[in-house]
């Protein structure tokens, strides 16, 4: 159902920081995501977020 909702999808990452503490490994990364709805409502819409909690707070 999502991927049939929009017309065009690009997710973009960037700043990339992989962490390793002994036998765990976690990433962090910024990200955006463009993309262009089907059907009456084509608006354009746009979502940045970064994947670390701590520095979204």
Request: no cysteine; charged share 35%.
């Amino acid at each position: 159902m999502f991927r049939e909702s929009f017309k065009t999808r690009d997710l973009k990452s960037s700043d990339e920081t992989i962490t390793i503490y002994d036998d765990v490994a976690w990433v962090e990364f910024y990200w955006v995501y463009d993309a262009t709805f089907f059907g009456r409502n084509s608006n354009a819409d746009q979502r940045k977020g970064n994947a670390n909690p701590k520095k979204n707070k």
